[in-house]
């Protein structure tokens, strides 16, 4: 939500941010502060193993099960051929493997279009953060999690680095907060989503109207018993009530 704000209001958009706790940060303050994608600079104090190897020839081995599938396997396939010719003995890596491998131990079931989207977008993201004022520390790990030796770490505890660089993005901008109060309904309008009713603290109704696009940037809902219970239908965990987690 404040990577959209802050986008938002980097192109000269008049934002307000609908936060139900009384902080930012919600579920990313808490998080690991850690920061996935391909890397050159940074990836080329690692060694390229053979367990990496056999990582990447199993992944380019599989029967592709769709059209992209395949395309993205072929992407990475040539960069990695290139790769090899070259004699490197420093980690390969790419944006195409990255959202290859993020797919994969996703069990396949996410739209890849848009896990390339992420991963393609990924280290221009970061530098933007970076210039935003979210630092990292200068060695490149695999964080927890983590399928590969792609993670920057925060230099801040946590998540608070991403916050607060993000908060500082919008300053002096056309940007305002209002806190500890919850979302509950998107307006519609014309099959367009033309604001959000909102509830305060006090149980007050608040109706949010916006002239240009809504963003719904929620946390996830790991924390709700119920639609945890009524999208638990894949067969792979039998219950999920008894989960313990830190959102919000």
């Avoid at 801040?156 to 901008?173: K, W």
Wanted: proline share 1%; net charge negative.
């Amino acid at each position: 939500g404040l990577s959209a704000a802050a986008a938002a209001t980097e192109a000269g958009a008049s934002v307000i941010v609908v936060e139900k706790m009384g902080f930012l940060g919600g579920n990313s303050i808490v998080a690991g502060g850690i920061y996935n994608c391909a890397d050159p600079e940074l990836q080329s104090t690692v060694e390229m193993t053979s367990a990496y190897e056999d990582t990447i020839q199993a992944a380019l081995d599989e029967e592709p099960v769709s059209d992209i599938h395949a395309e993205v396997q072929g992407l990475v396939r040539e960069q990695y051929e290139a790769y090899k010719a070259t004699g490197s003995t420093t980690l390969f890596d790419s944006a195409e493997w990255h959202a290859l491998q993020t797919w994969n131990g996703g069990d396949k079931v996410a739209d890849l279009k848009l896990v390339y989207t992420m991963c393609e977008n990924a280290y221009d993201t970061m530098t933007w953060l970076h210039d935003l004022g979210w630092t990292y520390k200068s060695d490149i790990r695999q964080g927890a999690g983590s399928l590969y030796q792609r993670t920057h770490s925060s230099v801040d505890h946590a998540g608070v680095g991403f916050i607060n660089a993000l908060s500082t993005g919008l300053e002096g901008r056309d940007a305002q907060i209002v806190y500890s109060t919850t979302a509950k309904e998107l307006v519609m309008q014309d099959g367009k989503c033309v604001g959000v009713v909102a509830e305060d603290r006090d149980g007050n109704t608040i109706t949010f109207h916006a002239n240009k696009n809504v963003i719904l940037a929620t946390g996830g809902f790991a924390r709700n018993k119920e639609m945890l219970a009524e999208y638990n239908t894949s067969g792979k965990w039998p219950d999920l009530s008894t989960i313990t987690c830190t959102n919000m």
